[in-house]
């Protein structure tokens, strides 16, 4: 009796862990496989709502892609308030690159300063309260500030992003690094394991499916943080394209901006959410 | 946590000293007058009174575009209405997401059907940048106290559907079966069983909502709100008045950072009975 | 060879106070011993096993094997856990491998180590499963074949059958078994196996050390003739040793036969 509730007990403390993961992935996986089916329902309801709605404000569907289509490579319309000559493309190539780039230096800062704290006490003690500190400012906030003190330019929505997602992966390094089960640790340790390799072989790899899930939120949110600094003022970007539409109304060339921002956000989460399934193709859950 | 709570008071200090060294150190102006790290002292005497700017009249300060003088009632009464809308907006918004995002996010796992209305156009709508999708709200509901609780409401509801859909995942099926076993209805197990073991991971989904929130509310506020406090940042933003960017954005932060503590204070005690402390 | 002097190690307890989980236990166990520590739970056996392997410092007092003191793990000693250590994201044969990849063991030797080991335990063909795809015997399969394969001549296992079925139980007792006999390597290996299981400990062991409330109260020599099977379980000595640890654990009050007729030491 004894043995049995103690193997519950075991197969549910491991399997809760794993489970968190799951929820993540099966939360997920039908968006991917099914999306074009929930892509179709949300069509249907915005050209049901295109019936009660005027079109100024809400276009038909079809008009909408059609406009991505035309402003795709040039847009003369867009031209003439000086930005997007090149369409559509060439300042989603801005934005998107803005966002790779800080999205890629700010999870290394975070991962790494994350996983030093969870393992150096000194290091966790001097960051911990900053972080904490700074998490708690909505990050929006330092906007302005940042437009301010270094210009409405490229350098600006880096340095915001960059913050952002360096401080989601701080916190993610570190509670998926405070969450491995001490006893590989210990078992590692007893096999003589020196503490390099400990990092090497353990916390790295042990943490590697929170990091992504960490990456993928960041990176979610990254499009959006973007979008709202080149609306705010940068001279580029799908965010600025919106801003000078936004000022004629145009509901539909808004519209068109959204829906491609939101068509390349989906697309390289999907990247994402395929390099996550190799690197932790080891997981239990998914089995 | 005592200990803990005092580091975290000298990093405090210790970052408000640095804006202050920083402010002796460079004295670049952003515009002529306009200091681009305004010190501690400018801030708590000029600046303050200064946004008396903000307040429209009433209450025996007469507001200062009718020759009013800036004074700090005037500034804490700006500080203070603006700060009502503000949080109004947060709210309200809040509030409706929640419970929206929540039973949509059951709606999920409560049926094949609401499965299948539900789930997928949820997905694809949640992926969508939502910081970008502020000036759609405002072409279709105005610049309105409507328009920006909508957003925030849109924004907390797209986090509470996920929160809630992967809580409900995470409720081991052993606590599920045994309801079962003992006859409760499906109304009855939601009530009795899911929503209370769903709680303690709803928490950190409600405290990111209230993150996210504060963001939310302060980009439409950016975008082209009459009042509250975003719309003070931004445009003194534009008149490169760092100082009360400053002042405003201080206070903001102390608003969100009050709502953490609050809640966190409020949930603890909803959650005793999660094992070792809970998430 | 193990000697275990003085040795005391209290505990802080989150709400204040001291526990103490072992006071002054004291013995020696000889190279190629079988020892089973037998007691209630929570009264200090896993303890006794987490300071000999060095996961835990004494608060007081001494462990020396093979003549050197113990100031942490060490590649002499190997651990067996209550609690799944296999690493999820290796696979099996990585698993087994990974204690001789840190001791520097060159690529096509361990790879053959870890080989002969994983058949040894019975799961050959499975070198490039995930331990997702294992059931939990056989995953303590490939943990025992870990620590034999690094070829510590102490092996250290804390109740690693306990959440296992009364079946997978047996045929483990039996790899196990096999592996500490198989004569290999020049010297025996010492194995120190933390048990609640009277019969296991009756099954398996040379010696049996009774620790109560942090101290060891008994200490008995069993001489049944191995292999041993179901029958030597009820042979007058096995069932005289089996009244006692049965009383220790307070499950029968002392018989005639006497808790204290062993006698501690050696």
């Given at each position: 009796m004894a043995g049995a509730t103690s193997a519950t007990g075991f197969h549910s403390e491991a399997a809760n862990r794993w489970q968190l993961r799951a929820g993540l992935r099966r939360a997920v996986r039908p968006a991917e496989l099914l999306g074009v089916l929930g892509l179709a329902l949300v069509l249907g309801f915005w050209w049901l709502m295109t019936l009660v709605i005027s079109r100024t404000a809400l276009p038909l569907p079809q008009d909408v892609f059609a406009r991505i289509a035309d402003d795709f490579g040039g847009a003369p319309e867009l031209a003439l308030y000086g930005v997007g000559q090149n369409g559509l493309l060439s300042s989603m190539i801005y934005t998107g690159e803005n966002v790779l780039v800080s999205v890629a230096i700010g999870a290394t800062i975070g991962t790494v300063t994350g996983l030093a704290s969870a393992r150096f006490r000194l290091a966790r003690e001097i960051i911990d309260p900053i972080v904490l500190t700074a998490g708690t400012i909505p990050i929006l906030v330092a906007a302005p500030f940042f437009l301010i003190w270094f210009g409405v330019a490229r350098i600006s929505a880096l340095l915001l992003v960059i913050l952002y997602v360096s401080t989601i992966l701080y916190i993610f390094a570190q509670r998926a690094a405070d969450n491995l089960d001490p006893v590989y640790e210990d078992a590692a340790r007893t096999l003589g394991a020196t503490p390099r390799r400990v990092i090497r072989d353990l916390l790295v790899p042990g943490t590697v499916p929170e990091i992504l899930g960490g990456i993928r939120i960041a990176l979610g949110g990254a499009w959006g943080l973007e979008a709202i600094a080149e609306l705010l003022g940068l001279p580029d970007g799908i965010g600025k394209i919106i801003q000078v539409l936004s000022q004629q109304t145009d509901a539909e060339g808004i519209m068109a901006a959204i829906v491609f921002l939101g068509a390349v956000a989906v697309l390289f989460d999907a990247l994402t959410a395929v390099a996550f399934r190799w690197l932790t193709r080891w997981s239990a859950t998914w089995a | 946590m005592t200990k803990r709570r005092s580091v975290g008071i000298v990093v405090l200090v210790a970052m408000a000293g640095a804006w202050e060294l920083v402010s002796r150190i460079y004295t670049g102006e952003a515009a002529p007058g306009e200091p681009m790290v305004p010190g501690w002292e400018v801030v708590f005497t000029r600046t303050l009174r200064s946004l008396s700017d903000y307040w429209g009249g009433g209450l025996g300060v007469v507001a200062v575009s009718e020759g009013g003088k800036r004074t700090y009632e005037g500034a804490l009464l700006a500080i203070g209405a603006n700060s009502l809308d503000t949080i109004a907006r947060l709210f309200a918004g809040l509030g409706l997401g929640g419970v929206g995002g929540t039973l949509l996010g059951l709606a999920v796992s409560w049926s094949r059907w609401t499965r299948f209305l539900v789930q997928l156009p949820g997905h694809v709508v949640r992926t969508f940048p939502l910081l970008a999708m502020i000036p759609l709200f405002q072409l279709w509901f105005g610049i309105s106290f409507v328009g920006m609780m909508l957003f925030v409401a849109y924004g907390a509801g797209v986090i509470f559907f996920v929160g809630t859909i992967n809580a409900v995942k995470n409720v081991p099926p052993i606590f599920i079966d045994y309801a079962r076993v003992l006859g409760a209805s499906r109304l009855r197990l939601y009530r009795t069983v899911i929503l209370p073991a769903i709680f303690p991971e709803l928490r950190s989904t409600i405290l990111l909502s209230l993150g996210l929130g504060w963001t939310l509310v302060l980009g439409a506020e950016y975008l082209?709100?009459?009042?509250?406090l975003g719309q003070i940042i931004v445009y003194s933003e534009q008149f490169a008045y760092v100082d009360r960017m400053f002042l405003v954005a201080l206070v903001f932060v102390l608003y969100a950072s009050l709502s953490y503590a609050l809640f966190d204070r409020l949930s603890r005690r909803l959650v005793q009975w999660v094992p070792r402390g809970g998430p | 060879m193990i000697r275990i002097e003085n040795v005391t190690r209290t505990f802080r307890r989150a709400g204040g106070g001291t526990v103490h989980a072992l006071v002054d236990v004291s013995v020696e166990i000889s190279e190629g011993e079988f020892v089973c520590i037998v007691g209630?739970?929570?009264?200090?056996k896993t303890t006794l096993l987490q300071l000999v392997a060095g996961l835990l410092p004494p608060t007081s007092g001494k462990i020396v094997v093979d003549g050197v003191p113990v100031t942490g793990p060490g590649p002499d000693r190997g651990v067996v856990f209550q609690r799944d250590s296999v690493f999820p994201w290796m696979r099996v044969i990585d698993n087994v491998e990974y204690g001789l990849r840190c001791r520097g063991v060159p690529k096509e030797r361990r790879r053959a180590i870890s080989r002969s080991y994983l058949e040894a335990v019975g799961l050959d063909g499975l070198e490039r499963s995930w331990p997702r795809e294992l059931s939990g015997g056989m995953l303590k399969r490939v943990a025992v074949a870990t620590v034999f394969a690094t070829g510590a001549k102490v092996l250290l296992l804390d109740?690693?059958?306990?959440?296992?079925?009364y079946v997978t139980r047996h045929q483990l007792h039996d790899v196990l078994l096999n592996l500490w006999q198989a004569t290999e390597t020049e010297r025996a290996r010492t194995i120190l196996f933390v048990t609640h299981d009277v019969d296991e400990a009756l099954t398996l062991s040379d010696r049996i050390l009774v620790v109560k409330q942090g101290r060891l109260v008994d200490d008995m020599r069993s001489t049944l003739p191995r292999p041993r099977t179901t029958d030597s379980l009820v042979v007058p000595e096995a069932l005289r040793h089996k009244h006692v640890l049965l009383s220790h654990l307070g499950l029968e009050a002392p018989g005639p036969s006497g808790a204290v007729a062993t006698g501690a030491g050696a």
């Open positions: - | 082209g709100a009459q009042t509250g | 209630p739970s929570g009264h200090g109740e690693p059958f306990g959440p296992l079925d």
